[in-house]
């Protein structure tokens, strides 16, 4: 997701109504969907909770985001290892057979 030059580029950004100014290498659309998205799981998480403040939902957020990045790598993990399981088998299914 590097931009095309790999020179730093700001990027405007808006999370809870607040603008940052966000120097990046990254693609600056790639930037503003990050920015969506972390936006929107704090906003999710005003929405479910009644009594939270803005920080805490940031915090809150946070945490919910680190939660399925971990799932996921988890779950990376493990496919990666029944797919080598799964070609290591079939490597030996064909040296038997040749």
């Given at each position: 997701?590097?931009?095309e030059?790999?020179?730093?580029?700001?990027?405007?950004i808006?999370?809870?109504?607040?603008?940052?100014?966000i120097?990046?290498d990254?693609?600056?659309?790639?930037?503003?969907?990050?920015?969506?998205?972390?936006?929107?799981k704090?906003?999710?998480?005003?929405?479910?909770?009644?009594?939270?403040?803005?920080?805490?939902a940031?915090?809150?957020?946070?945490?919910?985001?680190?939660?399925?990045?971990?799932?996921?790598?988890?779950?990376?993990?493990?496919?990666?290892?029944?797919?080598?399981?799964?070609?290591?088998?079939?490597?030996?299914?064909?040296?038997?057979?040749?």
């Amino acid at each position: 997701m590097k931009s095309e030059q790999g020179a730093k580029q700001t990027v405007e950004i808006e999370i809870l109504n607040q603008k940052y100014r966000i120097k990046s290498d990254t693609d600056a659309e790639w930037v503003k969907e990050v920015a969506a998205f972390v936006n929107k799981k704090i906003q999710d998480v005003i929405t479910s909770k009644a009594t939270v403040n803005q920080e805490k939902a940031a915090v809150l957020a946070a945490l919910n985001i680190a939660g399925e990045l971990l799932k996921l790598k988890e779950e990376t993990t493990l496919y990666k290892k029944h797919v080598s399981k799964r070609s290591q088998d079939l490597m030996k299914l064909l040296d038997a057979n040749l």
